[in-house]
């Protein structure tokens, strides 16, 4: 994704033409992105081959998961849904994980029956409807005990999970307890110690934090766990200003504590493989100035892309057309919906700007189509994906006469 002669271009195609060929908003992904990043990721830990299982809520869409999949990845579901449609799209069940605090009996049922890799218990009263289940239909069923740490992974407290306050995940004391409890069990494998302690990560020191709490309970109990699941949570630079994980460090201590334990190690990514592999291209429709700033006013909503209004997170937004005349007056990029929160962003210095402009929202991979909704009875947005100099339609875009 880059400028050619001040063109905003995804790989071969020109932004500007995508609206003109199918309106907007809508959301575009760069296959090559996606790939280099898989690669990437992979290549960041190839000293100790984790199995990587892609976070499945982080993007759903069919055609971004066969991708994954095809170059080898497997999935971190939680819920029956993601299960069900991984499967549907042939992800292998020993490379399935999932996670999740609610699982329902049901749910639970059709995992088991599934033989999938590991279900990521959350609770001792889950553990015994797996017992249960297990016995009902004769099974082993390997299950991944999820710690919460209460270790504080320094991002938006929206999306930390691994504190004590937090709801995922069982503390050592349990954990501890659990092992000596169900030590015998025919029915159950204690495969795996899993944790996830949050979502858009920056710092390495919270995953040091988590390794330390590990090496706590394996020291404390002569259980050998297979597998340690370290979740996933890496952030991604949203703009200048942000920082990345150091992955070398990252790579380093996870190697060394892997060749300790001799346990084999699990990922759980979804932003760093997804988040900045797509824009939200939009148009502007009106521009309001007031006193002292302009609204620009975009036809893409809080209910086409929430991040902002949900986390407050801060997505650039830049021209399709680049221009060298700046503003400096306050500008206030603002979606239609009727809420004062439905804003993506406040700037300054941007460049003249007139109505019928069209901008991109950047990295909008991750947690962007999958948290759209109706609100306000808006259609979705289509969703495109472009190779080179293709470009297919990978979802529809909604009806309005089919919500009416
Ligand atoms: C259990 C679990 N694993 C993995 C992830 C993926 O996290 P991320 O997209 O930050 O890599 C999440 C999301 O928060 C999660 O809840």
Request: hydrophobic share 35%; with cysteine.
């Amino acid at each position: 994704m880059h400028y050619k002669k001040n063109n905003f271009y995804i790989e071969k195609i020109k932004a500007e033409n995508l609206i003109k060929k199918y309106g907007s908003p809508i959301y575009c992904y760069s296959t090559k992105r996606l790939i280099e990043n898989i690669n990437n990721f992979k290549s960041s830990f190839k000293s100790f081959d984790p199995l990587i299982c892609f976070s499945v809520k982080s993007n759903y869409n069919s055609n971004i998961l066969k991708i994954v999949k095809k170059h080898g990845l497997g999935a971190d579901v939680v819920s029956d849904g993601e299960l069900k449609k991984v499967l549907s799209l042939g992800f292998k069940p020993n490379k399935i994980v999932y996670s999740g605090v609610g699982k329902k009996f049901e749910e639970l049922k059709f995992a088991i029956n599934k033989n999938i890799l590991l279900i990521n218990v959350e609770s001792e009263s889950e553990l015994k409807i797996i017992e249960k289940l297990a016995k009902k239909l004769k099974k082993k069923v390997s299950v991944g005990l999820r710690l919460n740490p209460n270790v504080d992974a320094k991002t938006n407290s929206k999306i930390s999970t691994g504190r004590t306050q937090d709801k995922f995940g069982l503390n050592k004391a349990e954990i501890i307890k659990i092992l000596n409890k169900f030590a015998n069990s025919k029915d159950i494998k204690f495969k795996c110690l899993s944790v996830h302690i949050g979502s858009q990560i920056t710092q390495n020191k919270p995953y040091d934090n988590v390794l330390i709490s590990i090496n706590a309970i394996l020291s404390k109990t002569k259980h050998k766990f297979e597998y340690v699941d370290l979740g996933g949570g890496m952030g991604i630079k949203y703009n200048k200003e942000g920082k990345k994980l150091d992955y070398t460090r990252l790579s380093k201590n996870i190697h060394k504590f892997a060749k300790k334990n001799s346990c084999k190690i699990i990922f759980e990514p979804g932003r760093s493989i997804v988040g900045n592999t797509a824009i939200l291209l939009t148009k502007i429709i009106y521009i309001k100035k007031t006193t002292n700033k302009k609204f620009i006013i975009i036809d893409a909503g809080m209910n086409d892309l929430i991040r902002p209004a949900l986390y407050n997170s801060r997505h650039d937004i830049i021209p399709l057309v680049k221009k060298s005349s700046k503003n400096s007056i306050s500008h206030d990029f603002v979606g239609p919906i009727c809420e004062t929160s439905d804003r993506f962003l406040r700037t300054k210095n941007y460049q003249q700007l007139n109505e019928g402009d069209n901008l991109a929202i950047k990295d909008v991979g991750a947690y962007g189509i999958v948290l759209t909704s109706n609100y306000n009875l808006r259609p979705r947005p289509l969703e495109v994906i472009v190779n080179k100099s293709n470009i297919k339609k990978i979802s529809k875009k909604q009806s309005l006469n089919d919500l009416i």
